[in-house]
């Protein structure tokens, strides 16, 4: 069952604001009125900024509650095959895609010199330091400070080190092909009456690339389908039996159930 993260976000962020304002506007007291003429000015000014004082640091929690919650589910879905219901993955895969740490072997096996991969390595392994001290102290600093950790946590999220932007699409596909991981999806089927069947999309065809975007997992094909104008049409550069070749596809959805696969680049 598919899960939309936005709605998952609405939804919880709903219930946090509902918890939050019902304290103040559903207490279960009675209120009393009065009338013009019979108004007393007994307010205690005191009182009035102690409360302030205590609305400010809810607000400053549901604020900070809110932030937790959108890092957690950004990191979430990034760790999760994102795939529509157009090109989805199928309920088996040929072979498991083990995600790996990266280390400096595995990078200069790839062709990569082993002073950028060191350097790559330590950046990124700098990041994530420093991502779980900010979330550390975010846990024990005061509400004011701690909107400033939570802003720069997202920050760093935001810019988060990519090993597949840092390599280039190249390098990042034999490194992966080397480390053991899926480097390609392919057909396990074509819907009938969809775009795929009519273009002329068989089971087994390797998807190389989508309008020569380097197709590497479900993801990409994901982004790429979504991208220009319905209708329009564009190449698709696909592998089927040992030999390359180029089907024009209309953009959108194509029909297809996608495995992932592993092939050696050099191939």
Partial sequence: MKISFNIILIA?????????FSQYFFTGETVSYQTPDTVTDSSNPFQIQTESKDL???LE??????SLLEIQLNEFSENKSRHDDSEKPSSRQTQPNRSTTPSTETLTAAGIN???ADDILRRISEQQFRRLELQNLMQRSDPSTRRQ????????NENKILLRTELGDEAYDKYLFISGQNNRVKVSSVMAGS????SGFQSNDVIL???NQKILNWADIRKATIEGEIGSYTSVEILRDGVQMSLMVPRGTLGVQLD???QDPSQ
């Avoid at 929690?61 to 809110?66: A, G, M, T, V």
């Avoid at 775009?195 to 009519?198: G, M």
């Fill in 12 to 20: 919880l962020l709903s219930g946090f604001a509902g918890g939050f």
């Fill in 56 to 58: 400010n640091v809810q």
């Fill in 61 to 66: 929690k549901l604020q900070q509650k809110i």
């Fill in 114 to 116: 082993q002073d950028i």
């Fill in 149 to 156: 950790y939570s802003q720069e946590l997202r920050e760093l």
């Fill in 195 to 198: 775009p795929a069947e009519s």
């Fill in 209 to 211: 690339y989508y309008d």
């Fill in 260 to 262: 992932t696969t592993q």
